[in-house]
């Protein structure tokens, strides 16, 4: 009942303002990027089912999770490959499909990261993805924490959104430079690009 089943096909994309704000415009956002990147092919569809175990609206990444997935799956059916920089830019593009003007961080951390390691570029730029980490310092832990408020990107919530997105932009190197200067390993490397 949430989450209805749908069809849908990108010959008839719709404007923002006629977008019903369903689960699946995730997913129509995933193969409008993916097309847009691949124009020169005629994308097949593909028949998806989803399931996921991120809580729904928990500031968890649940629709970039979703977007990605759609994204890969675009890829998969039509036998496509994406550089990994590109990956990180399209799922942010179909996101931005459902009228959420998101960062990049969220994605490229889902892309890039490594376990055990804190992804410390996620402020990052369109034009300059650089995947660096490092370790948390000695007594630290990572902590995921669902906080069983929902929200959704949608009218107004959408507003307050974009405004998190900014204001996470301004604090995420001042939480780096603490946490460095508290012990964390700087272990800066690069990460080999690949594609999906």
């Known amino acids: 009942e949430r989450f209805p089943s749908c069809e849908f096909d990108l010959e008839h994309s719709q404007k923002e303002s006629e ?26 569809g593909a028949d998806i089912a989803v399931a996921s175990d991120i809580p729904v609206g928990a500031s968890l990444s649940s629709s970039h999770a979703l977007v990605l997935g759609g994204a890969l799956c675009a ?23 459902t009228g ?51 929200h959704h990107l949608q009218g107004d919530e959408r507003i307050d959104y974009n405004a998190r997105v ?10 780096l430079a603490a946490i460095l200067e508290d012990g964390a390993g700087r272990e800066m490397e690069g990460c080999p690009i690949g594609k999906y």
């Not at 704000?21 to 097949?44: I, M, N, P």
């Not at 799922?91 to 931005?96: A, K, L, N, S, Y």
């Not at 900014?166 to 939480?175: E, G, M, S, T």
Request: net charge positive; charged share 25%.
């Open 19 to 44: 977008r019903r704000h369903l689960w699946s415009d995730y997913v129509r956002g995933a193969f409008a990027a993916v097309q847009k990147r691949c124009s020169s092919e005629t994308l097949l």
């Open 75 to 97: 890829l998969n059916a039509n036998d496509l490959t994406l550089d990994k920089r590109e990956a990180v830019i399209l799922v942010q593009e179909g996101e931005w499909y």
């Open 100 to 150: 959420s003007r998101t960062g990049l961080g969220d994605q490229a951390t889902m892309v890039f990261g490594r376990r055990g390691k804190l992804f410390c570029s996620p402020v990052i730029e369109r034009d300059g993805i650089s995947p660096r980490y490092v370790s948390l310092p000695k007594g630290y832990a990572y902590l995921i924490i669902d906080s069983f408020t929902e």
């Open 166 to 175: 900014f204001a996470y932009r301004a604090a995420f190197p001042l939480v």
